[in-house]
């Protein structure tokens, strides 16, 4: 197992460093710099010139990449010149808040996918199985935003159980139990939008491993020794059906980065996701590149996890 | 001789539409959404020979937001702009770059998939190093990203920007099926008989593996309208100028019209739901045909 998880690592390498590169080379191809547009139009153009050369951007690209690399690997992400801070600092308030939105999102997917692929796979071809079938047709189906936008109406709008925007009520003092619970009920409802719709692949998944399990032989051993159907199911096919699910769990967050995105800026939640787009319309590339860096690093250490869970769960992929 | 061939005529085993078409008849839902897809896109494509694009995008600062009523059967956006003008044009809109991105994802992961598959060995697994890469770029980011840099936007380089990074999927799926399909006698066959490579690829492993495409394509069309809408409703799709059903739905991010004016949004929104959902039926009827055990007819 060690030996093909250093291997594994080792191919993370070359992935990391191309998309570092594709990542800058963008951010050196977008039209203008954070200087253009910003500064006022009295100031001489050559005086532009002089500070783009005082801070290198007339370097050759790959120098440029050199600099920044060596930043960002002691951790300097460079300066915001829209927000006027550090990056670190901006995305260090934002990652915070995407995290928290990510723990409450897989949280309710297991929450919702398990029982329903259990209770599907368990009596399948019932009428709870088809109800439940059902709504997983629906949930592929329908995109996450539309989806989003429509629970918010209900929930927000209409009904107003739910906050519309924001991670905190203003005003409310860090630390203390009623921030906490605030932050909870303001990712309450974006969570369960992401996780009803997302949740439908594990439903899916978890009811063909169980109705797949249900026939194998060790299940018929298990009955005939005269173990109960509770027994049957919770310890014997639940445990094996399972294994796969986890396996799955970093693949995941290429999709909760997905979802984020759509999800933060209908919740006006700020986190990652609402920064990447405020990012592009006010065209501050440091800060740009910084969040499709962490986000792309994000989802290639998803797949190695998963990658690693597979390899232990199942022995046969080890041996490639 | 000749007679000999008609004899055995009569134990021909149906052709690919036959049995496509006896799934689809058998599955009501399957049949209704084609009815349904074929009857819109007959609708909006005729319909909107008639309209004029530019006359519905121009702004009317005497009518904004109208509620639905005589005038305009859906009301109006905040520019003054007939939402049911819009509405058909974006579905036709939204249409049309679904289809073209399904059949440029289609056309490069077909090859690409064929080759590495057919290939095989070191070929295959530099390819597959290549598509892995691809595969973990979260897709809503890198895309949004690309569309930024673009200094001349339009909707050919939205298509190719969106093209770019989904071709992988489908790429995977034929490569696999490749794989298997290349070790059967008929491509040995042809290989002891001396065809080249590329005449068995695209003469003999292409038409085995159409179902397969044509299946993956169809699923694909429904996944591409979603992300499409997706990423005009985020402002990184269809300019305002061109509405699709995406931009529509930008509208509700401004709170005012996703509370108090739902004619502009909830429209666009089942209609959405409603071709997404049909060409998934329809694709998912002509899944269970291509595979003869979960055949219903």
Known sequence: ?320 | MENKAEEVKPIKSPSGFSIIWRELVRDKLALISLIFLILIMAFVYGVSLVLDQDEIVTVDLFSIYEPPGEEFILGTDYGGRDVFGQLIIGTRNSLSIAIIVTVLTGIIGVAYGLISGYFGGHIDNIMMRILDFFMILPFTMIVIAFVAIVPKYSITTFSLIMTGFLWMGIARLIRSKALQEKELDYIQASKTLGSSNFKIIFTQLLPNVSSLIIVTMTLNLAANIGLESGLSFLGFGFPESTPSLGTLLSYARNPQTLEFRWWIWVPASIMILLLMLSINNVGQALKRATDARQRRG
Do not use: C
């Open chain 1, 1 to 320: 197992m060690w030996k093909f998880s250093v291997r594994r690592t080792l191919i993370m390498i070359p992935q990391i460093f191309l998309l570092s590169i594709l990542i800058f080379v963008l951010a050196q191809l977008m039209p203008g710099d954070a200087l253009s547009g910003t500064v006022d139009p009295n100031v001489d153009p050559e005086r532009l010139d002089e500070i783009r050369e005082q801070m290198g951007w007339n370097d050759p690209w790959h120098e440029q990449y050199a600099r920044w690399m060596g930043g960002v690997l002691q951790g300097d992400l460079g300066q915001s010149f829209r927000f006027k801070m550090p990056v670190t600092e901006l995305i260090g308030q934002r990652i915070v808040n995407s995290f928290w939105l990510s723990v409450a999102t897989l949280i309710l997917t297991y929450l919702i996918a398990i029982p329903l692929g259990i209770t599907s796979g368990r009596y399948s071809d019932t009428f709870r199985d088809q109800l439940i079938t059902g709504y997983t047709y629906v949930g592929f189906a329908t995109p996450l935003f539309i989806f989003a936008l429509v629970m918010l109406w209900i929930f927000g709008f209409q009904l107003g159980w739910f906050p519309t925007s924001g991670s905190v009520e203003p005003g409310v003092e860090p630390g203390t139990f009623n921030y906490f619970m605030s932050k909870v009920y303001h990712l309450l409802l974006p969570a369960l939008s992401m996780a009803l719709i997302t949740t439908y692949g594990t439903i899916q998944y978890l009811r063909n491993e169980i109705i797949d399990t249900k026939q194998k032989d060790f299940i018929l051993t298990a009955r005939a020794k005269g173990a109960s159907e509770s027994r049957v199911y919770n310890r014997h096919i639940f445990r094996n059906s399972l294994l796969p699910i986890a396996a799955f769990f970093g693949f995941e967050i290429t999709n909760l980065i997905g979802g984020s995105i759509f999800i933060e800026n209908i919740f006006g939640y700020p986190g990652m996701g609402q920064l990447l787009v405020e990012s592009i319309s006010l065209r501050d590339y440091t800060v740009l590149t910084a969040v499709t860096l962490i986000f792309g690093v994000a989802s290639i250490l998803g797949a190695l996890l998963s990658d690693i869970i597979l390899s232990i769960v199942d022995p046969r992929i080890r041996i490639k």
